[in-house]
């Protein structure tokens, strides 16, 4: 049986963009206006998660104020007065895109939607998302909300390795405890439909038109791939997921083990170094070890491709 790659354009509107990165190092792999600021609708509530997740206990109850019941837009129907839990409300979050669950999240960890905010922009700026600035918790249009296809490619990486964020935006079907076993499907119907698509979130504003963030696995390979302002956002996702993995495979660069680093000082590499490469990079890489003249305790090992460094690992000196 004869398969076939298909490849279809992702930039038909004039203003869309695509990042795809690679989920263990968060290298670029392809892209398109990979840094152009753009607002992302909804996927910021994977941002609003992740930060809910890290300053909360998922059994903590919240209770429901009239500004979050009242909020603009998709909702989980949350009702004032009512308590509910920081689980249920990520879930609710996360594969209903409720906008009243990131109000009353945002609410209970940040004291109010502007403390929220600024919470969400200080982790955005330790981790280098320098096209990122938020106002809001839900991703509803404001002027200023804005970030780029590449920034909100990390964003989804960056969350996935919390086991609970994977969790929760991995999961297909969640029955909320608070309304009458009523059940929530995921939105991202990829997740449902495509072997690999293992997590991700739906977006779309008017202004923002629809935006997509997916999580794929395949044969140990992870990519993340983003696009915003894209119609055809599924085909497109899928398209550039199987490119990645077509054409790229994991190598070895180094081994694992001790390399003389001058000669007096030896350096350990605790595990072997790969990443996902086309044939032909693999010919073009340096590895290179950065160590301080103030420090001689570790030193840095960058691995470059063409002057840039796309990895880089802590090595103890001994």
């Given at each position: 049986?004869?398969?076939?790659?298909?490849?279809?354009?992702?930039?038909?509107?004039?203003?869309?963009?695509?990042?795809?990165?690679?989920?263990?190092?968060?290298?670029?792999?392809?892209?398109?206006?990979?840094?152009?600021?753009?607002?992302?609708?909804?996927?910021?509530?994977?941002?609003?998660?992740?930060?809910?997740?890290?300053?909360?206990?998922?059994?903590?109850?919240?209770?429901?104020?009239?500004?979050?019941?009242?909020?603009?837009?998709?909702?989980?129907?949350?009702?004032?007065?009512?308590?509910?839990?920081?689980?249920?409300?990520?879930?609710?979050?996360?594969?209903?895109?409720?906008?009243?669950?990131?109000?009353?999240?945002?609410?209970?960890?940040?004291?109010?939607?502007?403390?929220?905010?600024?919470?969400?922009?200080?982790?955005?700026?330790?981790?280098?998302?320098?096209?990122?600035?938020?106002?809001?918790?839900?991703?509803?249009?404001?002027?200023?909300?804005?970030?780029?296809?590449?920034?909100?490619?990390?964003?989804?990486?960056?969350?996935?390795?919390?086991?609970?964020?994977?969790?929760?935006?991995?999961?297909?079907?969640?029955?909320?405890?608070?309304?009458?076993?009523v059940t929530w499907?995921?939105?991202?119907?990829?997740?449902?439909?495509?072997?690999?698509?293992?997590?991700?979130?739906?977006?779309?504003?008017?202004?923002?038109?629809?935006?997509?963030?997916?999580?794929?696995?395949?044969?140990?390979?992870?990519?993340?791939?983003?696009?915003?302002?894209?119609?055809?956002d599924w085909q497109?996702?899928?398209?550039?997921?199987?490119?990645?993995?077509?054409?790229?495979?994991?190598?070895?660069?180094?081994?694992?083990?001790?390399?003389?680093?001058?000669?007096?000082?030896?350096?350990?590499?605790?595990k072997p170094i790969?990443?996902?490469?086309?044939?032909?990079?693999?010919?073009?890489?340096?590895?290179?070890?950065?160590?301080?003249?103030?420090?001689?305790?570790?030193?840095?090992?960058?691995?470059?491709?063409?002057?840039?460094?796309?990895?880089?690992?802590?090595?103890?000196?001994?």
């Amino acid at each position: 049986m004869c398969s076939f790659l298909i490849f279809f354009s992702v930039t038909q509107a004039a203003n869309a963009s695509y990042a795809v990165i690679d989920a263990d190092t968060g290298r670029l792999l392809l892209g398109s206006n990979v840094h152009q600021q753009m607002p992302i609708a909804s996927l910021t509530k994977m941002w609003t998660a992740l930060i809910a997740i890290e300053n909360n206990e998922l059994d903590e109850e919240v209770e429901i104020t009239r500004q979050a019941a009242l909020s603009e837009g998709s909702s989980i129907y949350l009702e004032p007065g009512e308590k509910v839990t920081i689980e249920e409300l990520l879930y609710g979050l996360m594969l209903r895109s409720g906008n009243d669950a990131a109000y009353a999240l945002a609410e209970h960890t940040g004291g109010s939607i502007e403390g929220f905010a600024d919470m969400m922009n200080e982790k955005a700026y330790l981790y280098g998302l320098d096209n990122t600035y938020f106002t809001n918790p839900s991703g509803l249009h404001n002027d200023l909300h804005l970030s780029s296809a590449y920034d909100t490619a990390q964003m989804l990486r960056i969350a996935m390795q919390n086991e609970k964020f994977r969790k929760i935006a991995s999961t297909i079907n969640y029955k909320s405890p608070s309304k009458n076993g009523v059940t929530w499907q995921n939105k991202h119907k990829l997740l449902r439909q495509q072997v690999g698509a293992l997590a991700g979130k739906t977006g779309f504003t008017k202004v923002a038109g629809r935006t997509l963030a997916t999580y794929f696995e395949e044969d140990g390979k992870k990519v993340v791939v983003v696009t915003l302002s894209e119609s055809n956002d599924w085909q497109v996702h899928k398209s550039l997921a199987n490119k990645v993995f077509s054409e790229y495979d994991y190598v070895t660069v180094a081994e694992k083990g001790e390399y003389k680093a001058t000669e007096d000082k030896t350096i350990e590499l605790k595990k072997p170094i790969s990443i996902l490469l086309k044939p032909e990079e693999e010919k073009e890489l340096q590895n290179v070890l950065h160590l301080s003249r103030k420090q001689d305790e570790f030193g840095i090992w960058h691995v470059m491709l063409k002057n840039e460094s796309i990895y880089a690992t802590r090595v103890d000196i001994k």
